[in-house]
Nanobody
């Protein structure tokens, strides 16, 4: 059973920073992409950032220049550095792993709250 272990969420003031991490454990398949999605109250889950095995990245327009996704392939771990946070970044952030067959696996979610 694949397990995605997330950490790093919390409460931060506008303009602050956080770093999320997600480790994929007990994986018996080749990981293709790792990344992050988020879901705010009353809204659909949306892509934040993903990174492929080759290191290619894709970001939501709303986070470009503020968030950075990276991965440690040897440890099957993906990170999301969140800088210049805004109240509209408040959401539950979900780690996502996709294998080479297109199957998706999700973490349990970690809350990020941006508020003064």
């Amino acid at each position: 059973q694949v397990q995605l272990v997330e950490s790093g969420g919390g409460l931060v003031q506008p303009g602050g920073s956080l770093r999320l991490s997600c480790a994929a454990v007990r994986t018996f398949f080749s990981i293709y992409t790792m990344g992050w999605y988020r879901q705010a109250p009353g809204k659909q889950r949306e892509l934040v950032a993903v990174i492929t095995t080759a290191g290619s990245t894709n970001y939501a327009d709303s986070v470009k220049g503020r968030f950075t996704v990276s991965r440690d392939s040897a440890r099957n771990t993906v990170y999301l550095q969140l800088n210049s946070l805004k109240p509209e970044d408040t959401a539950v952030y979900y780690c996502n792993v996709q294998n080479c067959n297109g199957q998706n696996y999700w973490g349990q979610g970690t809350q990020v709250t941006v508020s003064s």
